[in-house]
């Protein structure tokens, strides 16, 4: 599988990603290796990763607790902390090996120790795979409000290898799924009709694209100002419904991509009452949807409580939300203006 080449990095698969971060630690004579892991990657993913790696240099494993409810600058500053004790400096590299919150984390914490130090991202969920790993973004949660805190910051590289898939449970694979829906429904239908049908899908491939796709947007659009904002289709309420389920004492949390074909469905109809989309086409995405995640039952009572969270959603701007909706498959407008009315229409139109 050929390498990606991203604005400052490559993107390299399967095995002979592994000769490739061995070069870029030989080349760079880095100090220290640093390998950010949760409980879950330090179990399963860990072995699988560690006989890899051939250098000499000194490494040290830094583990944190898994889930999103440690993305925070708590979790960060722990990091930093044994970061120093373990004496590292200016040359050392941290590896971030986990899904979505390890890579997010990982590469803010290397961003701003010591004013940067390089880092390298080893995905190991479908949705690290296929969105966190690659472009750019690093951050934290602010309290439940979904990555307030970050900056732009690339990867020495990002190594992607499946093998890592068969560590993680059905659900998780299914949460990587949305964002290869999202992928699917703003940019290259064929995506989301392959995952409709569901024949013998190649999950291989399924990947590739998805990094391809996401990688040709950033470089159009880096610090998203018009074309990246696509990658935000059903996650303006999406994110909204996570947080509120995320800080819900009474209930279960929803897994990023949960939350986000939840997201979908609502901006579907959204888009169906503010820019014609086809009537059709809601009950097609909200079939697939639903035929991959079990229902979400929304409260009404709690509408009003998901209404201000959208308040802060971290694309606002004057106190506006805006949204990333679609006229058809492959054919967006970003920055849409939707009144409150028609927001909780769309929750209603997925409760139904």
């Not at 708590?74 to 200016?90: F, K, P």
């Not at 560590?167 to 429904?185: F, Q, W």
Request: some cysteine; hydrophobic content about 40%; overall charge negative.
């Amino acid at each position: 599988m050929k390498t990606i080449q991203a604005v400052s990095y490559p993107v390299h698969f399967q095995e002979e990603s592994y000769t490739e971060l061995n070069n870029l630690i030989n080349k760079n004579n880095y100090s220290t290796i640093f390998i950010l892991v949760d409980e879950n990657t330090f179990e399963h993913c860990y072995p699988k990763f560690i006989p890899f790696l051939d250098t000499n240099k000194t490494i040290e494993l830094i583990e944190i607790e898994s889930g999103e409810i440690n993305k925070n600058l708590e979790t960060c500053i722990g990091v930093w902390n044994a970061i120093t004790e373990l004496g590292g400096d200016r040359k050392s590299l941290l590896i971030t090996l986990g899904g979505g919150v390890i890579t997010d984390l990982g590469g803010f914490v290397a961003s701003c120790f010591k004013r940067g130090i390089d880092f390298v991202n080893i995905p190991t969920t479908l949705l690290s795979m296929v969105d966190a790993s690659v472009g750019g973004k690093t951050g934290v949660d602010l309290g439940v409000l979904k990555n307030q805190i970050g900056l732009f910051a690339n990867p020495q590289m990002v190594l992607v290898d499946h093998q890592y898939l068969e560590t993680v449970s059905e659900r998780e694979i299914k949460s990587g799924t949305a964002e290869i829906l999202k992928y699917g429904l703003t940019y290259d239908v064929n995506l989301f009709h392959q995952i409709k049908n569901n024949k013998e899908l190649d999950i291989s491939d399924l990947i590739f694209r998805s990094v391809e796709i996401k990688n040709e947007v950033v470089l159009q659009d880096p610090k998203e100002q018009n074309l990246r904002k696509i990658l935000n289709f059903g996650h303006t309420l999406g994110h909204a419904i996570e947080s509120f389920y995320l800080e819900s004492e009474d209930k279960e949390n929803l897994t990023h991509g949960e939350a986000i074909a939840i997201g979908m469905v609502c901006e579907c109809y959204l888009s169906h009452k503010l820019l014609n989309f086809p009537v059709d086409k809601i009950h097609e995405v909200k079939g697939v949807v639903l035929s991959i995640y079990d229902k979400t039952n929304l409260l009404k009572e709690d509408f009003s409580a998901i209404m201000d969270l959208l308040k802060h959603d971290k694309k606002n701007v004057n106190g506006q939300v805006n949204f990333v909706l679609l006229n058809d498959f492959e054919d967006f407008k970003i920055d849409c203006k939707v009144p409150e009315d028609l927001i909780v229409e769309s929750l209603e139109f997925y409760n139904e």
